[in-house]
């Protein structure tokens, strides 16, 4: 299995525009989480999914970020409009089901807003 | 103006020593614990579990002990590398089914 993929790795973009960042999770996982990763704040979660239907976004920063997950298969993350604010590494990351069960985490996408 | 960065704690060790990391949790309601590992410019890697009826887990040269009492967790890495220096994070369930990552601490393991 080629584990999580994300996409892009890295994205350049400025202020004012709108960002879109791609997971595939792991073919069987029913769980997608993603996370933003900084140094301030650490590792936070910004909203998870089980069999694709979002469960908690009490972690999404505000209504610029914005989350789907048409299937079992694909998410998306998006800000729009994106501020310098929201530079960070965000990571996705699956797991087989909901619960306290290990997460296998992406490469993550390290997103600079100008 | 200029922000201040979080630095993480730091434990540098020579290789072939013996490593100990450690991790204060919260939530005495907490049942499950993860140790995570991240090496530079890579997401976090599953490295070892517990759950609260176990105090102690050995894996492939490390094992995690788990103190309910003072609600401690601690990875021990045995005969530690230059490939073991990267970020630990421990993650513990507290009760909501999602895992909260701790700040994390630092291994450099010098050669």
């Known amino acids: 299995d080629a584990g999580v993929i994300q996409s892009p790795r890295h994205e350049v973009t400025e202020m004012g525009q709108e960002v879109t960042l791609r997971c595939k999770p792991i073919?069987?996982?029913?769980?997608l989480f993603w996370y933003r990763q900084t140094m301030m704040r650490g590792l936070e979660l910004l909203i998870y999914?089980?069999?694709?239907?979002?469960?908690?976004d009490s972690g999404m920063p505000e209504d610029r970020f914005s989350a789907k997950m048409p299937n079992a298969s694909f998410s998306t993350l998006k800000i729009q409009p994106s501020e310098p604010r929201d530079s960070a590494v965000y990571f996705c990351a699956s797991s087989l089901s909901q619960g306290a069960e290990e997460q296998y985490f992406g490469p993550g996408t390290r997103l600079t807003v100008t | 103006g200029e922000s201040v960065g979080l630095h993480l704690p730091t434990l540098s060790v020579q290789e072939g020593d013996n490593s100990i990391i450690n991790c204060a949790y919260s939530?005495?309601?907490?049942?499950?614990f993860i140790w995570y590992k991240q090496e530079s410019g890579k997401g976090p890697q599953f490295i070892i579990d517990?759950?609260?009826?176990?105090d102690k887990r050995q894996g492939q040269r490390v094992t995690v002990l788990l103190n309910k009492t003072v609600k401690h967790l601690s990875l021990q890495i045995a005969a530690t590398q230059p490939g073991d220096s990267a970020v630990y994070f421990c993650a513990e369930n507290r009760g909501s089914y999602i895992p909260t990552f701790g700040r994390g601490t630092s291994l450099i393991v010098h050669p």
């Open positions: 999914f089980n069999n694709n239907v979002p469960i908690d």
């Open positions: 517990i759950r609260s009826n176990m």
């Open positions: 073919s069987g996982h029913n769980s």
């Open positions: 939530n005495s309601a907490s049942d499950y």
